[in-house]
């Protein structure tokens, strides 16, 4: 590893040195992003009048599902928290 003189800290990041650890990170990244999707979908059972108490509705789905790598929770996240703001002003 690289030191830094000033702080005495890494500059880069180590590579992993197992080739095991790196396969087990990648079914860790597998199996992270299969549970969301079973969750994202499961959300789709779900009513449209179910959906909105929630603050998102189908689309909002349908485009987490699309885009799993442009972080759907923070996305579904962001439409609740704008329909909570408009909650009284639809």
């Avoid at 009048?49 to 442009?70: C, K, M, T, Y």
Wanted: charged share 25%; net charge positive.
């Amino acid at each position: 590893m690289v030191h830094l003189l000033s702080s005495e800290r890494p500059s880069m990041a180590a590579a992993p040195s197992n080739p095991f650890s790196a396969l087990a990170n990648w079914f860790a990244k597998a199996r992270a992003h299969r549970a969301q999707r079973i969750a994202l979908e499961s959300l789709l059972e779900y009513d449209i009048a179910r959906l909105d108490d929630l603050g998102i509705n189908r689309q909002d789905l349908f485009e987490a599902l699309d885009s799993p790598s442009r972080r759907p929770g923070y996305k579904l996240s962001q439409k609740r928290a704008e329909s909570a703001r408009n909650w009284l002003n639809p």
